[in-house]
DNA sequence: GTCTATAGTGGGATAGAC
DNA sequence: GTCTATCCCACTATAGAC
C-alpha cells in the first residue's frame, strides 16, 4: 500500500473535500494542462473557495503527489503479473520497466512537473528524501524480486547492490521517458527493449575474472559512499 | 566562447548592461535564493528599470541560463589547465570533472534552485532543450579533447559514441553533487575519485572480445535512438 | 537599437474572521 | 474547515526619450 505522505484527513467530510478537490484538478488538468489549470478553476471546480483548496493542499504542486502515488501503486500491480510469468532475469526486468512505461503513460506530462519538484533536493518529494524512503524501499523490493526469482547468476557481492542498481536504472529510464517526446514514447520503449537484454548479459559477466575486480572497485565504492 | 543562445548583443554598451543584470542577479540570487529574488530588485540592484531587464532576458529563468553560461565558461578554462597537464586518461577524466566541483561549489545551494527548473522538459534551462544545445555541444566537446588527448586505447566503435557517453556520467556527477549534504561535498568528491580510474578500466576492457559484444550492442542502441 | 516610467493583469499563495 | 479579502510578484503593455 504505498501511502505518499499526505496526511489521512480526520473527518469523513474532511475526506470528502479533499477528493471532491483532488477529482476536480485531474479533471481540469487532463482537459487543459497543468500550467493552463489555474488553482481558482480547480476550487470552482471542487465547489470549494480557493483558500480552502490551499487549507488541504499546501501548493499546487502538491496536487501531483496524488498522482504519483497512484502511478506507484499501479506499478506494482502490474510488475506483480511479470513476476508470476517470466523467469528469465532480462524478461523480468524489460517487463518491470515496460510495466512503469504502461502504468505512467497517461501521465507523462504531469511526471514533467513532479520531476521539477523532486529536482529540489529540500524538497520531501524528492525521490531521495526521508519522507519518499517508504515508497523508495517499495520500489527496491520490486526489484529485489525482479533479481531473486531469477535465474540470474552474478558476482556475489554485486547481487546484494543489484536490487538499488536496478532502482537508479528504472531513475534513468524515467528521466529519459519524461523527455521523450515521440509518439508514445517510442524511443523509451526501444530503451527499455535494448537495455534489458544488455544488462543481463553485463550481469553475467561479473563473474568472469576479469570483469569481477571492477565490480569490486564497484562495490567497494558504493559501501564508501554510503558510509560516508 | 559560451554563448548561452542569448543574441549576441550589439553594441559594447549593450554588453555593458546585460553584464549589470546577470552580476546583480547572480548576487541576490546568492545571497537572498531564487525565489526570494524578484525582478524588479534584480533591475534596481542593476541600476535599471523592469522592463529594459526584461528587455535582455525575457523570463526569470532566462537568467539563470545566464548563469549557467558563467558556469560552463569556467569549467572550460579550469578543464583547459588539466588537459594540457595530463595525458593519462583517468587522471584527464578526473581533473575535468573534478574542475567543474572546484568551479561551482560556490553556487551549490543555488544550484538546487536551478535544478528544479531545470529538470522540467519544456524549460528552456533544460540541458536537453534546443537553447541549451550551445552548451551542451560544448561539454561534450571538452570530454571529446578529454578522449583524444588521452592514451586510451578503446573499441574503434565506442570511441565516437565516448565523449557523448562522458557527458552523460557528468550529468549523473552533478545529479549526485546536487543532493550531496555532506560539508564541502566530500562525498562527490570521492564518487568522482572512484569513478574515474573505473571508468578507465571499463573503457579499456572493451577491446576484450568477450567484452566487445555488449560494446557493439550499446553502441548500436545509441544510433537507433539517435534516429528515433 | 537601448532605455525609462508607469500602469496594468493574472494567478499562486496567505491572513484572519467566522 | 471554510470563507472572503488581500498580498505579492512574474510578466505585459504602452508611450515616449535618446
Known amino acids: 500500500m504505498t501511502t505518499v505522505s499526505e496526511p489521512a484527513p480526520r473527518t469523513p467530510k474532511a475526506e470528502q473535500t479533499r477528493r471532491a478537490i ?11 494542462g497543468y500550467d493552463r489549470t489555474t488553482m481558482r478553476a480547480i476550487a470552482d471546480e471542487a465547489g470549494v473557495s480557493l483558500g480552502n483548496a490551499y487549507y488541504y493542499f499546501s501548493s499546487k504542486e502538491h496536487l501531483i503527489q496524488a498522482y504519483y ?9 502490474a510488475a506483480s503479473v511479470v513476476l508470476a510469468e ?7 526486468l524489460r517487463g518491470v520497466l515496460s510495466a512503469w512505461l504502461d502504468v505512467a503513460a497517461p501521465y507523462q506530462e504531469f511526471a514533467g512537473k ?4 523532486a529536482a529540489e533536493p529540500s524538497s520531501p518529494l524528492s525521490p531521495f528524501s526521508p519522507e519518499s524512503a517508504g515508497p523508495r524501499e517499495e520500489s527496491i523490493a520490486l526489484y529485489r524480486q525482479v533479481v531473486e526469482g531469477s535465474d540470474l547468476k552474478v558476482a556475489k557481492a554485486l547481487r546484494e547492490e543489484l ?6 536504472l528504472q531513475m534513468g529510464v524515467v528521466l529519459f521517458w519524461v523527455y521523450d517526446a515521440s509518439e508514445g514514447q517510442r524511443r523509451t520503449r526501444t530503451l527499455v527493449d535494448g537495455v534489458a537484454p544488455m ?14 575486480g571492477v565490480v569490486d572497485d564497484l562495490v567497494g565504492l558504493l559501501h564508501t559512499l554510503r558510509a560516508g
Not at 86 to 92: I, K, L, V
Request: proline share 4%.
Open 22 to 32: 483532488v477529482d476536480a484538478a485531474m479533471r481540469l488538468f487532463r482537459e487543459g
Open 69 to 77: 502515488g497512484l502511478v506507484l501503486e499501479q506499478h506494482a500491480a
Open 86 to 92: 517470466e523467469t528469465a532475469f532480462a524478461a523480468r
Open 114 to 117: 513532479f520531476f521539477k519538484n
Open 163 to 168: 536490487p538499488e542498481l536496478l532502482w537508479l
Open 199 to 212: 544488462v543481463d548479459r553485463l550481469a553475467r559477466m561479473t563473474r568472469l575474472p576479469v570483469v569481477r
